[in-house]
């Protein structure tokens, strides 16, 4: 059956969840589709569960916070369904689902909504290098995952190689749950702090967290953790498996160290595929190396009742993903005719206020922590496209064809064509053109994304419901 809702909500994170409890104090009809089982999103992932556990007190204060906002968006009234994929939103806004049926089995449906709210967070930046699709090759953000969901820690001391703060707050976490590290090749640039000093001032109304930055540094330091500053030249060997880690260290020296485990992380991005494929304007960051959805004070984006929260929307972070899930509620109370815009500029004041502090120590931190060159200019044998094993040297060769941009070396080529639907080689090839055609990443663009969004059988398309008018 159709149904007509007045707000669909993709992702129950921090904005999500804030933004249905907003929207429901407003009298709108919610519903919340989130492809994890529980709410939380990755910042608070598996909150419910472990929140009260030995390992909530290791993952700090401001993980157990998410238990609050959990419980608070299960008693609002929205319609939560995990295990939930949306994978097409068409004009109407006609929102297109699989969710697990009463047998768990997979079933197909369909959803009318006034107003669509992207609340789909960020994903962590590609970071290719030579060997980094090995086994024993992962992202600090998978084992932070592995570490909230089931509490699991690395059995032998890990590498972990990058820089900001996740790499920071992981080894700290590592540290107290009684795992090991065995090094830290740290990517930031030598000059990282310099970089940062001009921006220091206005940061410092964020001093709480700029403390407990200090703190995370301190602990690694402690505990005796070897730190490599400076790195460069990433490279990771082994036969099936990896073996052995290469790099060159900030005073140009090489060195080449066994490892069984290597966590890689170079920042995050938005999650930009939902945004994109519905046509929302887009804008390059440079501050942030990335391309994010043009909004404004509401979050609504350049698609009228399309609005777009969190990091989804730019990186800032969980607290400033809470404020902007609200500021999104508001928008679209206002917009449904519940709220008047007076009253919602009076309600949104405070919050708006809150937010600019919580972004005024997003410059510092970008300044501080840029990826490291090397993801924009990948060796010609570095794999790039992971789902089609595609080289850079095979997509510069590509390039050479004329003038061509994204979808152009989608067609050469395959890229982007895999599994991930570009998630992981996007930007990538983007740099990569960027580089050959001697024009800037934000002129190249990025891959046209086109449904379904995430990976449909022909039964879950066969399952969908005549009424809802498609077939």
Not at 92 to 100: A, K, L, N, S
């Amino acid at each position: 059956m159709k149904e007509n809702i007045d707000l669909f909500i993709v992702g129950a994170g921090p904005a999500g969840m804030h933004a249905a409890i907003e929207a429901r104090s407003h009298g709108l009809s919610v519903v919340v589709a989130d492809d994890q089982p529980a709410p939380g999103g990755q910042i608070w992932r598996a909150v419910e569960r472990r929140a009260d556990q030995d390992i909530g007190g290791i993952l700090g204060e401001d993980y157990q916070s998410g238990a609050q906002t959990v419980r608070a968006f299960r008693a609002c009234g929205a319609d939560y369904r995990p295990r939930t994929q949306v994978w097409q939103i068409e004009q109407g806004w006609h929102v297109y689902m699989t969710m697990e049926g009463p047998g768990r089995e997979q079933r197909a449906g369909m959803v009318q909504a006034a107003n669509v709210l992207l609340a789909t967070g960020a994903q962590e930046r590609p970071a290719p290098f030579p060997g980094w699709t090995l086994p024993g090759v992962m992202t600090v953000g998978a084992a932070q995952i592995l570490l909230k969901t089931s509490g699991q820690i690395p059995d032998e001391p890990v590498w972990i190689a990058g820089s900001g703060p996740l790499v920071l707050v992981y080894i700290k976490q590592l540290l107290e749950a009684g795992g090991r590290v065995a090094g830290w090749l740290d990517t930031a640039p030598a000059d990282s702090w310099r970089r940062g000093m001009p921006r220091l001032l206005s940061a410092l109304g964020s001093w709480r967290e700029l403390r407990k930055g200090y703190r995370w540094m301190r602990a690694i330091r402690a505990a005796g953790v070897p730190v490599h500053k400076g790195v460069t030249g990433l490279h990771a060997h082994g036969e099936g498996r990896l073996a052995e880690i290469e790099f060159q260290d900030g005073g140009g020296a090489r060195q080449r160290v066994p490892a069984g485990l290597l966590l890689v992380h170079e920042g995050v991005v938005p999650s930009i595929h939902m945004s994109h494929a519905l046509e929302c304007g887009m804008e390059w960051r440079d501050d942030q190396r990335c391309f994010a959805p043009t909004v404004d004070e509401w979050g609504q984006s350049s698609q009228d009742g399309v609005f777009v929260a969190g990091d989804g929307a730019g990186i800032a972070g969980a607290r400033a993903a809470c404020l902007r899930g609200r500021l999104a509620g508001l928008g679209v109370a206002m917009r449904a005719g519940r709220i008047s815009a007076a009253e919602a500029g009076e309600q949104a004041a405070p919050l708006r206020r809150e937010l600019a502090r919580e972004l005024a120590l997003r410059p510092l931190l970008d300044a501080m922590y840029p990826p490291r060159a090397g993801i924009a200019r990948p060796s010609d044998d570095t794999i790039v496209c992971r789902c089609e094993e595609l080289t850079a040297g095979d997509i510069r060769a590509a390039a050479a064809l004329g003038r061509p941009g994204p979808n152009q070396i989608k067609s050469f080529t395959r890229a982007g064509m895999g599994p991930c639907q570009g998630r992981q080689c996007g930007y990538t090839i983007a740099s990569i053109l960027s580089e050959a055609q001697q024009r800037p990443v934000g002129e190249v663009g990025f891959y046209r994304i086109r449904p379904p969004l995430k990976p449909l059988t022909l039964g879950e398309l066969a399952s969908l419901d005549d009424e809802a008018g498609r077939t």
